[in-house]
């Protein structure tokens, strides 16, 4: 099974890449953001203190997202892999998911992470703002304070899968066939 963490801030390509790397080798993607989305969308009481959280600028409690995740490890047990994207943020919820993938007698293969400016990804979030209707990715202030909470809490995860000899860092910025390359020749490594 590849299992597979996409890392990086908001706006460094997760999603694009994802989406290949799906195409490319039949995962799920699972994306907590699109988790908690779907949470709003359908008005549950959960998304409704997720959207509170995240129109912030600021995380849903692990406990939620641990939970979510395991459902749909569940829900998709015959998959080829998972692709991580937006989880984990923290070196507790790295610890908690190694934790989940272990009693369901799994591991994460690798950590790849897309670096990308500051300056790149404000600009990125405000175009995508443009287009996709997310209040978040539309008001300059709230993208620098997601960029403060990435830098601040979330970039130790890496120090986590380093740790664990998982952990690769590719250059996010240039076309989306380069990235995808760069990617395609680190998961050759987990074969």
């Known amino acids: ?10 706006g460094a390509g997760k999603g694009t890449q994802s989406q290949k790397l799906i195409e490319k080798f039949g995962l799920i993607h699972l994306s907590t953001g699109d988790l908690l989305r779907g949470e709003i969308t359908q008005g549950t009481e959960l998304g409704l203190e997720a959207k509170k959280l995240m129109d912030d600028g600021k ?27 937006g989880f984990p943020r923290t070196v507790a919820q790295a610890e908690a998911l190694d934790s989940l993938l272990s009693s369901k007698q799994s591991a994460i293969s690798g950590m790849i992470a897309l670096e990308v400016t500051d300056v790149e990804l404000e600009q990125r979030l405000l175009l995508r703002g443009k287009s996709s209707g997310r209040p978040d990715d539309a008001n300059p202030e709230v993208i620098r304070k997601r960029i ?7 970039a130790p995860v890496a120090g986590f899968y380093q740790g ?26 987990y074969k």
């Open 1 to 10: 099974m590849l299992n597979l963490v996409l890392f990086g801030p908001p």
């Open 59 to 85: 995380l849903v409690p692990d406990a939620v997202v641990i939970g979510m995740i395991s459902n749909k490890l569940d829900a998709n047990k015959d998959a080829k892999g998972f692709i991580f994207d």
């Open 148 to 154: 403060k909470e990435y830098n601040d809490k979330t």
């Open 164 to 189: 664990q000899n998982k952990y690769t860092s590719i250059n996010g910025i240039g076309s989306v066939e380069d990235i995808f390359t760069s990617i395609n020749t680190v998961i050759d490594t």
